[in-house]
């Protein structure tokens, strides 16, 4: 079975500051992707960033890049810039590919961005 | 293009009454998968249907909890008898064929049981 590992609960960041989020999986395939996920207040579930585990160059979307290592299993998020609209719960997600069909998330890590 | 609906956004139940949530797809989507999020917990996936199967059960509680989606409407999540312990945000998502790894999330039903 696959696992997700948010360690951190909570972080606290300051606006226009850098912050990287940490996740860890374990899986015995070869072949998933990963995810970021972004839980605002609304409780709307948004993609945040997407990464193929056979790709090696690190996924990137605007202000946020993740550091995939895939001998490690550690995907981390990082965000930078930070503003205050990037205040919420921030999810990692695992999906095996070649059939797999479920999401297996994190218990996730609640970011505040402070002035 | 709508995304995928989700209704009611909020429910409230008694214990031991039916609760049904209802999920309608973005538009060429086929397959529907519901997730549950328990108070200061990560979503669990529950089930995974295409029309008119289910192909995934793996996390549905065995008992009071069934869903459907039919040739025509929306994807059901039916818990029947509602407990305390059922209160939580249920997410549907849906996807392509063969795409699973691009799942598009509805806004979510919170389902309070008083």
């Known amino acids: 079975a696959q696992t997700v590992t948010q360690s951190q609960p909570e972080m606290s960041v300051q606006e226009a500051e850098t912050v990287t989020l940490s996740c860890t999986y374990d899986?015995?395939?070869?072949?998933?992707?990963l995810f970021w996920y972004k839980q605002p207040p609304s409780r709307q579930m948004i993609l945040v960033i997407r990464q193929e585990a056979y790709k090696q160059q690190n996924a990137t979307e605007n202000r946020f890049s993740v550091n995939f290592q895939k001998a490690a299993k550690s995907f981390s998020l990082k965000i930078s810039d930070s503003q205050l609209g990037d205040t919420a719960m921030y999810f990692c997600?695992?999906?095996?590919?070649?059939?797999?069909?479920?999401?297996?998330f994190g218990t996730g890590t609640q970011l505040k961005v402070e002035l | 293009n709508a995304g995928v609906m989700q209704n009611p956004r909020h429910l409230v139940r008694r214990r031991g009454q039916e609760a049904r949530l209802r999920c309608s797809p973005m538009?060429?989507?086929?397959?529907v998968y519901w997730y549950r999020q328990l108070p200061e917990e990560g979503l669990k996936f529950m089930v995974y249907?295409?029309?008119?199967?289910?192909?995934?059960e793996s996390g549905m509680p065995k008992e009071r909890f069934s869903a459907e989606f039919p040739k025509e409407g929306p994807s059901i999540l039916r818990i029947q008898q509602v407990v305390r312990g059922d209160s939580a945000a249920y997410f549907c998502?849906?996807?392509?064929?063969?795409?699973?790894?691009?799942?598009?999330f509805g806004p979510g039903t919170r389902l309070t049981v008083t």
């Open positions: 998502a849906s996807s392509r064929p063969g795409r699973a790894y691009e799942q598009y």
């Open positions: 997600a695992f999906i095996l590919t070649g059939g797999g069909n479920k999401l297996t």
């Open positions: 249907l295409q029309k008119e199967n289910i192909i995934d």
């Open positions: 538009k060429g989507h086929s397959h």
């Open positions: 899986t015995s395939e070869n072949n998933y992707y």
